[in-house]
């Protein structure tokens, strides 16, 4: 188990070395590959002028798509200019906003506008992508965005303004993400796959809720991920839909993960602390999603400080608790450790570079990558390969278990149940709920005569064959197995007593075509004795008993 075990572990840390060295090269060389380079080179940044006009009055000009983080009330007016030089046909502007209520003008003239509904209605509006036609006499003006902040701390700057062609517009969801598109489109389906299989492999007994655990994890974050990152519109056309499933994802991650790390640990103590922790994020993510869609003052938006706050201490929490184990500790247990190490750096990182790119004064904004789709990608890994592990080693046991056991209780000759199985059959028949049972005896008759003339493996396919026969018509019907060198017992129980006689001319019939078939340079023969007994009436070692004096009498 320790090299299944070493050698897995060893695969493992090739994967994640490759995913690292893939991630990278192609989160700079994906876009030449795709042929979207074209469009992250006519990023507009620098032909946006910003006004913000603050709910008290005061009024913040920028000659960039950067300001100070929005609040409810504040509105925003952005002139994206459009030179001649750059005109594209059929184009359309791109870009994205959180939580407002937008309005694009050319002139005095409403090219788009979203938002109003949401907003009369109480709704959290949240990502929105807007993807807007530009009439062809705006080419050489600018186009005007106005747009009224409806959620506090909304966002901090208009991100990947650029113009592209209508025909590619559907791919500006993509356009620095294709790698992170690839691979949680394939973890949403793979781990979707996985709990189809949790569902209907009953035979995964206990490790179903894992399973079911795991797979519900992947697939919450690769949705988060794909949400977070506006890929999810590349699929969801519903830019409402997409918003809530950002959302919704986010704040059930906390309770999938703590419910998956409570099913994978065996310490008692951590099992009666994660399930605590699970039943908290549970409760929160039911309180801020009830809050979300039954009140028009608190959306989910206004509980992201929170549920950051949350994730943080939870996650320490959990590494303490992990750490404070003492005893033995399974493999699983210590990779576990790392895993939660790895996810928390990553996860930490991104907190700190989201905030100071929201929240920083403009002057000081440097544009970081997120990496935290590569640390998500290999904590999934790490996950993945435990409850892999724990698979191989049940199917593994498992195949070992039915192994032994058909060693122990089936014959190596004929394949059909030993001595020892006969015994444990016969012992079980006094706590059988049937009334009636009957017990057949039987014997070769010439296994000795087989063994002298022509040799024991001739004795060896004499016995076979008649074993292949009992078992043939015994079987379905009861039970039947080897009892000694040339005897055999078979069992019936309750109604299938009445077909007794039925069940020995199939077996005379069987034997019949052994001799008729010349399949043997002899004549088969088998005596057979039958002793009956009613349950609680009569000692079974006294049925068997008389089936042995009985077979006896007809040898």
């Not at 506090?152 to 990947?160: H, V």
């Not at 929490?317 to 033995?328: E, P």
């Not at 592990?389 to 195949?399: E, F, H, K, P, T």
């Not at 078992?471 to 080897?482: I, K, L, N």
Request: net charge negative; hydrophobic share 45%; glycine share 6%.
């Amino acid at each position: 188990m320790k090299d299944r075990e070493s050698i897995v572990g060893k695969i493992l840390l090739k994967l994640i070395a490759v995913l690292i060295v893939v991630y990278i090269i192609f989160s700079y060389l994906g876009t030449k590959l795709s042929g979207l380079d074209e469009y992250s080179s006519r990023l507009m940044d620098k032909n946006i002028i910003t006004e913000v006009v603050r709910k008290d009055g005061t009024v913040q000009y920028s000659e960039s798509a950067q300001f100070s983080v929005l609040n409810k009330g504040d509105q925003l007016t952005a002139w994206i200019s459009l030179p001649v030089e750059d005109k594209i046909d059929n184009g359309v502007l791109c870009f994205y906003v959180y939580h407002s209520i937008i309005h694009v003008y050319s002139g005095d003239i409403l090219l788009y506008t979203y938002g109003q509904e949401l907003a009369d209605e109480g709704r959290q509006i949240g990502s929105e992508y807007p993807i807007i036609e530009i009439p062809d006499d705006a080419w050489g003006s600018e186009l005007k965005l106005v747009c009224d902040v409806q959620e506090n701390s909304a966002f901090s700057g208009l991100k990947d303004v650029t113009v592209m062609k209508l025909v590619d517009s559907d791919k500006y969801f993509i356009l620095n993400h294709l790698l992170d598109l690839c691979l949680f489109m394939a973890l949403f389906v793979v781990s979707a796959a996985g709990l189809l299989i949790c569902i209907m492999a009953k035979e995964l007994h206990g490790m179903r809720r894992k399973g079911f655990a795991i797979s519900l994890f992947n697939i919450d974050m690769s949705i988060y991920i794909l949400s977070h990152f506006g890929i999810i519109h590349y699929v969801v056309s519903s830019e409402r839909l997409a918003s809530e499933l950002e959302y919704l994802s986010l704040f059930s991650l906390p309770a999938l993960l703590v419910w998956y790390l409570y099913e994978e640990h065996i310490d008692p103590r951590c099992k009666n602390e994660l399930l605590r922790m699970t039943w908290i994020f549970t409760g929160f993510f039911v309180i801020t999603t009830a809050l979300n869609y039954l009140t028009v003052n608190y959306h989910y938006c206004s509980f992201v400080k929170l549920l950051h706050f949350l994730m943080i201490v939870g996650m320490l929490h959990i590494i303490v608790l992990f750490y404070r184990v003492t005893g033995f500790q399974s493999r699983q247990t210590r990779i576990m450790k790392y895993a939660l190490l790895v996810l928390m750096a990553f996860f930490l990182t991104d907190i700190i570079r989201f905030n100071v790119q929201k929240y920083s004064p403009v002057e000081f904004r440097v544009e970081v990558y997120s990496f935290i789709p590569l640390g998500v990608m290999i904590f999934v890994l790490i996950l993945v390969n435990g409850y892999v592990v724990q698979l191989l080693n049940r199917y593994v046991g498992d195949s070992e278990r039915k192994r032994l056991e058909q060693l122990a209780f089936h014959d190596r000759l004929t394949g059909i149940s030993n001595r020892t199985m006969c015994d444990n059959i016969l012992k079980e028949l006094k706590n059988r709920e049937e009334s009636e049972f009957i017990i057949l005896f039987f014997d070769i008759n010439n296994l000795k005569f087989a063994n002298d003339t022509y040799g024991h493996n001739m004795g060896d396919l004499l016995i076979m064959k008649v074993a292949q026969a009992l078992q043939e018509v015994f079987e379905p019907a009861g039970f039947c197995g080897r009892y000694g060198g040339d005897e055999f017992i078979a069992v019936l129980e309750g109604k299938n007593c009445r077909y007794l006689q039925l069940l020995m001319v199939q077996f005379d019939d069987l034997i019949e075509k052994i001799n008729i078939g010349e399949e043997l340079p002899f004549k088969v023969q088998v005596a057979c004795g039958m002793g009956r007994g009613e349950r609680n009436s009569v000692e079974v070692e006294q049925v068997l008993k008389t089936a042995d004096e009985n077979m006896y009498r007809n040898k």
